[in-house]
């Protein structure tokens, strides 16, 4: 094993320090020298930034900005967002004579034209602008008169409200693309139904197109109709169904005056029996205004009662002798007693189609018959009675009948039971009409000189008109 000299290793820690401390101070000094050389360095360099700093130049302002659209109608709202950046102040010009300085001003234009909109942004490094084209066009719009009550057929009147300079084109919405270049059309729907409608204005600087729905409702119907014998008078009369009371004359009936009156709606003609030429009776159709009158049947005794089968175009009616006939609608083909009573005067007949029976009433033996259409199986279904009207109502399976017996308006079952009272008045019953649909019965009074409605119950009892010199046959036109 090695030994170490341990003296050796003494003497050498314990060598001259005063030989080691002159090399201590150069040491000291080189360091100290190097720290201020450093802050020198950090002067100069803190002074050269802090000139540089001082002579830095503002960045310029950049004028930016965007719109809520480019193309608007007259009126309406553009939103100007600005993102200008290094500015404080603005400077709006929208082009149509109108600044402001706001930051993000709204606005609105009152005429059609393409404007040129500018932004000056000024900040501490100067000013800049940004320029932005914004078209307008005319505004689109229209009013529709008595909208909440439009009908089918009636002329609608549109009245155009659109701003701004401007050729105008419309487009109806019906079946038939109907269209118009007028300012304030009409325009009649033919049929009911809800219809857009569109208007486009224009001008040099675009379009804009307004709709809007319309809804079409129903024509009016026409009022009804009820027409009547005025015999005493000599005319045909009918009073128009709409509470104002208006009788309008219809036909001069001089010299061919008759009681029996029946309307057949398919063809809208009006039939009315004639007594006044005794026994040379006759039949006569005409037109619902009177016109087109004609003599279909001729040279019969005494017709009173009438009525139509429209479906198997046949016409009945019943004379004083005892007869009920029946004869085409044209009058073409009679059967002349048909079905024959001896000693019968037929005063009034009524119509069953759907039971093929027919209600006939004799004033001389006072019976109600019920018979076949084609004048069998007659059967007296009400005896004892006699009056100069009846009429049927299948819904309900009714007969309605005048008794001069008890002089009353009558109802039974269509086999006679269970009579019961429908008015009191009294006065002669020669017209009747059942209208279903409302559940109205219509009836004349010769010796009251009135027309009445009531409920099939004879409820609501009302005179329709009064001082009719005898009026005799009924017929409701609808």
């Not at 325009?187 to 208007?199: D, E, I, N, R």
């Not at 057949?264 to 006569?284: L, Q």
């Not at 033996?365 to 009400?382: H, K, Q, S």
Request: net charge negative.
């Amino acid at each position: 094993m090695k030994r170490v000299n341990t003296t050796t290793m003494i003497d050498i820690e314990n060598s001259n320090v005063s030989s080691i401390r002159p090399l201590k101070n150069n040491i000291s000094l080189r360091m100290k020298t190097k720290f201020l050389n450093y802050i020198f360095i950090a002067f100069l360099s803190m002074t050269f930034f802090a000139c540089q700093e001082d002579d830095t130049i503002p960045p310029q302002s950049q004028a930016q900005f965007t719109a809520s659209a480019e193309q608007v109608a007259i009126g309406e709202e553009v939103q100007f967002t600005n993102n200008s950046q290094n500015a404080t102040a603005y400077a709006w010009s929208f082009g149509d004579g109108t600044t402001s300085k706001q930051v993000s001003p709204r606005k609105t234009y009152e005429t059609s034209n393409v404007f040129v909109v500018s932004l000056v942004s000024t900040g501490a490094g100067g000013s800049t602008i940004s320029n932005m084209e914004i078209t307008v066009t005319p505004a689109s719009s229209f009013t529709v008169e008595n909208e909440d009550n439009l009908i089918a057929t009636v002329p609608v009147q549109f009245t155009n409200t659109s701003l701004g300079d401007a050729s105008y084109s419309w487009m109806f919405g019906d079946a038939a693309n109907s269209t118009s270049t007028e300012q304030n059309p009409t325009f009649a729907y033919p049929t009911t139904g809800t219809f857009t409608v569109s208007l486009t204005a224009s001008s040099a600087f675009g379009s804009q197109t307004f709709t809007k729905e319309v809804n079409i409702g129903g024509a009016p119907a026409a009022p009804e109709n009820l027409y009547y014998i005025a015999l005493g008078d000599e005319l045909i009369q009918k009073l128009i169904l709409d509470g104002n009371g208006t009788v309008v004359n219809v036909l001069d009936v001089a010299g061919k005056g008759g009681v029996g009156m029946a309307y057949d709606d398919v063809n809208e003609k009006i039939y009315f029996t004639d007594f006044d030429t005794t026994p040379f009776g006759n039949i006569w159709r005409m037109n619902l205004d009177g016109s087109d009158l004609e003599n279909i049947v001729s040279n019969i005794g005494d017709p009173y009662g009438i009525a139509v089968d429209v479906a198997a175009g046949k016409i009945y009616w019943v004379d004083d002798e005892g007869n009920v006939s029946k004869a085409n609608l044209d009058g073409s083909s009679p059967e002349i007693g048909f079905f024959t009573v001896s000693g019968a005067s037929w005063r009034a007949i009524a119509l069953d189609v759907e039971n093929f029976k027919m209600y006939v009433y004799d004033a001389n033996y006072e019976d109600l018959y019920a018979v076949d259409m084609d004048g069998a199986n007659p059967v007296v279904i009400v005896a004892g009675v006699y009056g100069y009207a009846v009429a049927v109502d299948t819904v309900n399976d009714k007969i309605y009948f005048d008794d001069q017996n008890d002089e009353l308006l009558k109802v039974a079952n269509l086999d006679g039971s269970n009579i019961q009272t429908v008015d009191s008045n009294g006065t002669r019953i020669y017209g009747m009409e059942v209208d279903n649909e409302a559940g109205k019965l219509y009836w004349s009074g010769r010796d009251s000189g009135e027309l009445y409605r009531a409920n099939l119950d004879g409820s609501d009892n009302e005179v329709l008109e009064s001082g009719i010199a005898s009026p005799r046959g009924i017929a409701l036109v609808k």
